[in-house]
């Protein structure tokens, strides 16, 4: 088996580890393990969304789709202790990671889950990811197919993607798939990573997933 961060059960041996750190504008120690997403740092990309994405509402329902060791759900968390924030993963090892770490940063905020454990009827006013890019152009398109029409008609999502894994592609395929009900724009570029920025404008109903030729024309999203 490999072991990929986006292997529901990890096939590395679960040794954890603390790293010291710095989020929502405070020291904190974080557990992390072999077979998540970069166990040893804070992603560079990861950093720029949550160094350059604006400052989340107070309150709402947020969500973080791959939420892996949890850095960014604790800081959806401290920054907005009255939003109800979901940390989503198909690893159930970086879910325990999660939710460990949540719970050790006092935050009882959170609702840490795999996709399937969250209720259908929940929107989301604030979707920030830094999205599985290497999980497969076919894999990510339908993730995102599946919860950025979730978002709240004014709600907002942020991406970060690496420039040269395809963020220019990927914006232009989320346009063309979104339509007119969506607005999307290259937020900022830092450091070679672009955060795509994402509102929903209007109510305009489900949308299908996408084709295969529909994944086929994206070659480097």
């Known amino acids: 088996m490999n072991d990929h961060y986006f292997s529901a059960e990890p096939a590395s041996a679960d040794e954890r580890r603390t790293l010291t750190l710095r989020l929502a504008d405070r020291a904190v120690s974080m557990t992390t393990a072999p077979g998540v997403f970069c166990p040893d740092r804070l992603d560079a990309g990861t950093a720029v969304l949550l160094n350059h994405a604006p400052t989340p509402p107070p309150g709402g329902t947020f969500l973080d789709v791959g939420c892996g060791w949890g850095p960014i759900t604790t800081t959806l968390a401290l920054r907005s202790p009255s939003a109800q924030v979901w940390g989503v993963d198909v690893n159930r090892r970086a879910l325990d990671l999660c939710a460990d770490n949540v719970a050790a940063q006092g935050c009882s905020n959170v609702t840490v889950a795999q996709p399937s454990q969250v209720p259908d009827d929940v929107r989301f006013d604030l979707i920030w990811s830094n999205p599985p890019i290497r ?75 996408p084709a295969s030729d529909d994944v086929s024309r994206s070659s480097d999203a």
């Open 135 to 209: 999980v497969g152009k076919k894999v990510l398109h339908e993730l995102l197919l599946t919860w950025l029409p979730r978002l709240v008609v004014g709600g907002h999502a942020y991406l970060v993607v690496q420039r040269n894994l395809g963020s220019d592609s990927l914006q232009k395929w989320l346009a063309e798939q979104l339509g007119s009900s969506y607005a999307i724009e290259r937020l900022t570029s830092v450091k070679g990573f672009r955060i795509l920025a994402i509102e929903r404008l209007d109510d305009g109903g489900p949308l299908p997933l």
